[in-house]
Nanobody, 128 residues
């Protein structure tokens, strides 16, 4: 399984970016037990959970820090998950990673150790 995250860049505070996570080697579908998540890591900080979607049932879960600003969506035909980021803040500056795992229960979707495969990361920089 390979994940490719892209779409990062440099934006001013209040701006928007859309990240994409394209998967190969595994097909995500509504009937699968896959979860695709987004995490981020700022310099000197631990990698933290941002958002995730559980394909079975379509449940989406956001961290409190991005709720109401970020929107996760998917395109099954392209086997791709998107993270639309609006109202960006300097505190959102980080390398963003997508990851996938199987049979992750809802209460564990924010745990890094539940994800088996990780993309390479894409840099998001928000200036004040």
């Amino acid at each position: 399984v390979q994940l490719q995250a892209f779409g990062g860049g440099f934006v001013q505070a209040g701006g928007s970016l859309r990240l994409s996570c394209a998967a190969s080697g595994r097909t995500f579908s509504a009937g699968s037990s896959d979860t695709v998540g987004w995490f981020r890591q700022a310099p000197g900080k631990e990698r933290e959970f941002v958002a995730a979607i559980r394909y079975s049932g379509g449940r989406i879960y956001y961290s409190d820090s991005v709720k109401d600003r970020f929107t996760l969506s998917r395109d099954n035909a392209k086997n791709t998950v998107f993270l639309q980021m609006n109202m960006l803040r300097p505190g959102d500056t980080a390398v963003y990673y997508c990851a996938t795992g199987r049979r992750i229960i809802l209460s564990a979707m924010s745990r890094r150790d539940m994800y088996d495969y990780w993309g390479q990361g894409t840099q998001v920089t928000v200036s004040s």
